[in-house]
């Protein structure tokens, strides 16, 4: 049953964040959006049609509306989500929607239809028109449809201030993207003149990621579901942390691909938003984003929604606290995941992604062979693993850096006579302004000037010793990258990629066994310092179905 609706006191009005709802047709999106939400609706249908002043039509199957309540739902300040008085209770509210003020502020600047059943055998034709309300029998199941139409008719600057077809429904398609990602087990659907443009199965994560972006994706991504403590001023609160993570080797060039939620509610949080970037960590390469998708839930106490007048961004207690937690939860489900990619050919979507226990990810792998002398093929129960071992390699030596450098414990080897290197202007002045850290890294270099280094001393970390020109292709790898985030971790990268293995460098079956036990000890056993994944898996299943083959056995 639909709760009915009350008209909020006037202490409560005077708490609620003022401003302007209605700015463009995304933000009608987003009222209707919510709305729904707020209805229970398990699917939301969304038209558009042009730049969204023409026509937007939000469909659900929720609660609906009794007819009585209808008409009370498109004034000012009436709602069924608080009680009248509920001033002290704006921070408590569990529902997108607060305010009561977003169908007639949306009425007020468009034409609003407003067709609902709340499971009567008739269902309520409402239609409001230049503040005109008319009330009709409709034939509808339980739900509501909400059509829109001649959106800021009457406001020619508003109008004007619209940014044209194609950008109003990228935002629009944005919004219902963030939604349908923030609400994975509602089914969405979006369409423009008449195309759809995607839809969603409200089967979870991974189906959402699908909708909105695409198979390879949605393949190329693990499921994250986390519960932390964190400090609150009760003691401790829990909080709760769900989505989806893409694997670090699909980036793209924004930080756009990065959404955030807040108990199901899409924010704009730059805050949180980093904090998910962060998690990804070394994972990615200096301008890369990752693609990602999280629902934050913190503690009750900490979140206050009423801070917004387009409720865009929520106020939080206790920020460094959860976006720290939110890291850590990132970093570690990135870390635990089965990041191998699969094979693209005949993936199974429906079966996830095994997560890996982190002590052994690699102990059941037997070394089967070799391919062009840069691929490890290993049989792991029935999937073929085709191990990168330039890329394994790397990610291997740099922890071991990593560690060494921590504990200033890189072994060197002295230049007697010391070297000289000469480097690009670009390279020597890198050199210059990280002297101390490449010191620490175990180059000891006497000189700098007129474009040559003097070299004294070579970090020998893994019984290779690099020589004084790896420094040269260290500090050009660098210095070619413009600037780095972090020179410090780009050196480290640079540098334990000069003594890996290459293309080309035959292994022992010892040696390469010797090698995936090391890569399965690190922290990110699956991506190489830049990024790139260091395996590559492919199913029995996938073979069978190359060959025909019915079944996997032999039966
Ligand atoms: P709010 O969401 O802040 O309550 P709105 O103006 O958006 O304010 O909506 C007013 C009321 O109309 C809501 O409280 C709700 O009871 C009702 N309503 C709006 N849209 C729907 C819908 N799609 N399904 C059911 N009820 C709705
Ligand atoms: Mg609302």
Known sequence: MAPSLTRLDETTIAEIAAGEVISRPARVVSELLDNALDAGASR????????????????????????????????????????????????????????????????????????????????????????????????????????????????????????????????????????????????????????????????????????????????????????????????????????????????????????????????????????????????LAGDDYPVAAIDVRPPADAVDPNVHPAKQAVGLRYREAIEAAVETAVGDALATADARRTEAAATDLTTELDSVDRSDPFADLRVIGSFRELYLLCEDDDQLLVVDQHAAHERVNYERLQAAVGDDAVPTATLEPPESVSVSPAAASLAEAHADLLDSLGFGIEAFGGGTLRVSAVPAPFGRTADAAALRATLDGIAADETPDDPRDALLAELACQPSLKAGDSLSTDDAERLLDRLGECEQPFACPHGRPTVCSIDEATLAAGFDRGSTRFD
């Open 44 to 283: 939301i249908d969304v038209a558009v049609d042009g730049d969204g002043t023409e026509r937007i039509r939000v469909e659900d199957d929720g609660h609906g509306l009794s007819r009585e309540d209808a008409t009370l739902a498109v004034e000012r300040h009436t709602t069924s989500k608080l009680p009248a008085d509920a001033s002290d209770a704006l921070t408590a509210v569990s529902t997108l929607g607060f305010r009561g003020e977003a169908l007639a502020a949306i009425c007020d600047c468009a034409t609003v239809e407003l067709v609902t059943n709340d499971g009567d055998a008739v269902g309520t034709k409402l239609r409001v028109e230049d503040g005109e309300a008319t009330v009709s029998d409709a034939a509808r199941g339980q739900g509501t449809t909400i059509t829109v139409t001649d959106l800021f008719a009457d406001r020619p600057a508003r109008r004007e201030s619209l940014a044209g077809p194609a950008a109003e429904f990228g935002r629009i398609s944005d919004r219902v993207a963030a939604y349908a990602l923030a609400r994975p087990e509602v089914r969405f659907s979006l369409g423009h003149d008449g195309t759809t443009t995607f839809t969603t199965t409200g089967n979870g994560p991974r189906d959402a990621l699908l909708g909105v972006y695409d198979a390879d994706l949605a393949r190329q991504a693990t499921v994250v579901e986390h519960a932390t403590d964190i400090d609150t001023a009760e003691g401790t609160g829990s909080l709760d942390l769900r989505g989806i993570l893409a694997y670090p080797s699909v980036t793209r060039a924004s930080r756009e691909h990065v959404r955030v939620a807040v108990d199901g509610r899409p924010v704009a949080d730059s805050g949180l938003r980093r904090a998910v970037i962060d998690g990804y960590d070394s994972l």
